[in-house]
């Protein structure tokens, strides 16, 4: 399965940029976050827990 996750990198940056590059890889889900926050991260976590051998992730940009 190939998975996506976006999130934004400041208070007031939102995700329409990623999500429109990640539709482009055909991602079956995205994990998307609500806040920059670099210590709590749960849908990263959540995207973590879904996967198994062969899945593939595509992250949009790292900074």
Known sequence: MIFGYAR????DQD???QLAALK?????KIYIEQTNS???????????????VGDT???YKLY
């Open 38 to 52: 670099v210590k709590n991260r749960p849908e990263f976590e959540s995207l973590c827990e879904v996967l198994n």
């Open 15 to 17: 995700v329409t940029k």
């Open 57 to 59: 992730v595509i992250i």
């Open 24 to 28: 482009e890889f055909n991602c079956e």
């Open 8 to 11: 934004p990198f400041s208070q």
